[in-house]
């Protein structure tokens, strides 16, 4: 939620700024803004909306500089207007600020500020940042951003300039990513590695309070007492290839293409030797007497899927829960639980807070987490990735199918040290786990026929999604795919629930879509899918079994696979239709409405 980028080098910071921040515009995009130091005052250009509205604005304001600060919100306090865009300056203009988090004690700080005569602009938490920050300047920055940062409650990234020190860019960080990058043609600071990935590979991830001082040519850290700490950087693996859209009209399709080599890659960097594969192998799971898997969104309904596949071979029960949820129920957790916790981002605010929480009450944490140095990486007792690169659609594709398959491993390795599975069996199941990329770009050969459903589904007003066991876990993420891309209603059903007063809602033409993959269970929802086209549903049919298509009842075939896995090919097919039903009604696919990818506030 908001993005920052900042830059000071030798060349115009302008051009890097804005390139960075399209490229982190997936976080928020109600409107942006850039501060740049320029000659004796800083030259500030902001705007509600996207970030070519800014560009726009700065085609004739034209200003430059070699340092500067930018920013694409996402409305918390405030609606998104130019006024309440960031950066926000001092009331004399003399420090500007981005920020992205929320300053929860934000409304004291204010009033105390008012009461000394300080005048504010802007209705944002953001605000009083930068006056705070103007107010406590004596002539050492460094000084005043620590005792800013020593009055602020909530959560912040900051990058923040003061026009006395010119030379100079600082940032510190609580609770919100920020990494810095270093070249030798400037350095950087960003919420995330795509914004600067064209410019350097080398990466610091700041810990929180910790305050990073960047000149043209080099960075100095220091904890909050004016101490400076030692640090090397990190090298990103993650390429330019995965951070543009290589000829796709969205980066979500080419995401959904992208996944046989994501679940190739989640599978081998966790079977072969590696760092996912020292994690699994190091915990010891018959310590434990309950598993909790806990996130929010997609990764939650990851979980839904690991509960079915865990439950299954492991004979341990499998609580899931949104992060949302538990870290505030006062949850049954001790030195006995196993708290799962998924993200992509690994920086989603109530998967942290969970994750804290479970801690707290003595579990041990295991993270699957997508962004390598994240908070919930570092913080976990144990961490594996999933390989899928940066996901730049707010809609998560890849990044849930490297989930989904990291979670099966998981399942089986657990079932295996456990002794609920025998070795044949355990060979069974990962000869299945390494067909699965075949099998996932055979559903990608043959799109048109989805393609050609969607186009005629884009009236519907309401689609219900109906499985019965583990094609009911993978409903949930159907219908949340086409709830946040095509804007139209859906309910995730279980088939066999239907009977008991959501079939009410059933009338003429309403679609529905079955998922069947579980042999044992066609019948039951063969049925199921009976009752709803006697009430005049229409009912898209995502199966392994064939079956006579009518006027009322079409087939999407997916390939033959063992029904523990099959979520990983029918997901596919879902998503393959929420994008078509959103791209035939023209919506704004990869940045929808009121939603940003890494929602870093609670
Ligand atoms: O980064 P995370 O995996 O922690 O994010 C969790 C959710 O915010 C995320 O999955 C969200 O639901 C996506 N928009 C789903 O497509």
Known sequence: MCGIIGYTGKRDAVPIIIEGLKRLEYRGYDSAGIAVYADEAFGVAKRKGRIAELE??????????????????????????????????????????????IIENYKQIKDTLEQKGIKFVSQTDSEVIAQLCEHYYDG??????????????????????????????????????????????????????????????QVHYMNDKEIAILRADGVDFFNMQKEPIVRKPETITWTMEGAE??????????????????????????????????????????????VIITACGSACYAGVVGKYVFERLCRISVE????????????????????????????????????????????????????????????????????AGPEIAVASTKAFSAQLVLLYILAIRFAQKLGTIDDAKTAELIAEINNLPEKATEVLDHTDYIQKYAAGSINSKSVFFIGRNIDYAISFEGSLKLKEISYIHSEAYAGGELKHGTIALIEEGVL???????????????????????????????????????????LVKLPQVHELFSPSLSVIALQLFSYYVAANKGLDIDKPRNLAKSVTVE
């Open 56 to 101: 726009a604005e700065l085609a004739k304001v034209n200003i430059s500089g070699n340092v500067g600060i930018g920013h694409t919100r996402w409305a918390t306090h405030g609606e998104p207007n130019d006024v309440n865009s960031h950066p926000h300056l001092g009331e004399k203009s003399r420090i500007a600020v981005v920020h992205n988090g």
């Open 140 to 201: 050492d920055l460094m000084d005043a951003v620590i005792k800013v940062a020593n009055a602020l409650e909530g959560s912040y990234a900051l990058g923040i300039m003061c026009l006395d020190e010119p030379d100079i860019l600082m940032a510190i960080k609580k609770d919100n990513p920020l990494i810095v990058g270093i070249s030798d043609d400037g350095n950087f600071i960003a919420s995330d590695v795509p914004a600067i990935l064209p410019h350097t590979k």
């Open 245 to 290: 859209k290589g000829g796709y009209p969205h980066f979500m399709l080419k995401e959904i293409m992208e996944q046989p080599r994501v679940l190739k890659e989640t599978i081998a960097n966790t079977l072969m030797d590696g760092a996912n594969k020292t994690a699994i192998d190091s915990l010891d799971i018959s310590h434990f007497n309950k």
């Open 320 to 387: 899931v829960e949104f992060a949302s949820e538990f870290r505030y129920k006062d949850p049954i957790v001790d030195d006995k639980t196993l708290v799962i916790v998924v993200s992509q981002s690994g920086e989603t605010a109530d998967t942290i807070g969970a994750m804290r929480e479970a801690k707290k009450r003595g579990a041990t944490t295991f993270a699957i987490v997508n962004v390598i140095g994240s908070a919930i990486a570092r913080e976990a007792d144990y961490t594996a990735y999933t390989a």
């Open 512 to 554: 529905v879509v079955a998922i069947a993959c579980c042999p044992n269970l066609y019948g039951k929802i063969f049925s199921n899918v009976e009752q709803v086209i006697s009430r005049g549903a229409r009912v898209l049919f995502v199966s392994t079994e064939d079956t006579k298509q009518t006027d009322k009842l079409s």
